[in-house]
């Protein structure tokens, strides 16, 4: 079955910079629509980045000009690499895959996906 491994959480302070990875198993990653989505403690998920098919990216206002999506073929594994982090980027961060059928419309939707990592965490403190 379909399987999301994250990876590369962690501590950092503000200011600071981290790239996580999210390895697919059964899945082809150069193929789909993926995304980031993250949760803090008492708030709802949040879309965070998003790379479509054709490779072009959306990403919450929140997150512009500092996290960069992009995905490796080769390795079959998707990034988000993460700089000038803020204290309020602190959550638990989780990587998404669209199932089969067409492509979700909504890049940062979670409702677009059907396939979900476990997450990693992320803290970053002041």
């Known amino acids: 079955q379909v399987q999301l491994v994250e990876s590369g959480g962690g501590s950092v302070q503000a200011g600071g910079s981290l790239t996580l990875s999210c390895a697919a198993s059964?899945?082809?990653?150069?193929?789909?629509?993926m995304a980031w989505f993250r949760q803090a403690p008492g708030k709802g998920r949040e879309g965070v980045a998003g790379l479509r098919r054709d490779g072009s990216t959306r990403y919450a206002d929140s997150v512009k000009g500092r996290f960069i999506i992009s995905k490796d073929s080769a390795k079959n594994t998707l990034y988000l690499q993460m700089n000038s982090l803020k204290t309020e980027d602190t959550a638990m961060y989780y990587c998404?895959?669209?199932?089969?059928?067409?492509?979700?419309?909504?890049?940062?939707?979670?409702?677009?996906?059907?396939?979900w990592g476990q997450g990693t965490q992320v803290t970053v403190s002041s």
């Open positions: 059964q899945y082809a990653v150069s193929a789909s629509s």
């Open positions: 998404a895959a669209e199932g089969p059928g067409a492509e979700p419309v909504w890049a940062l939707w979670d409702g677009s996906y059907n396939y």
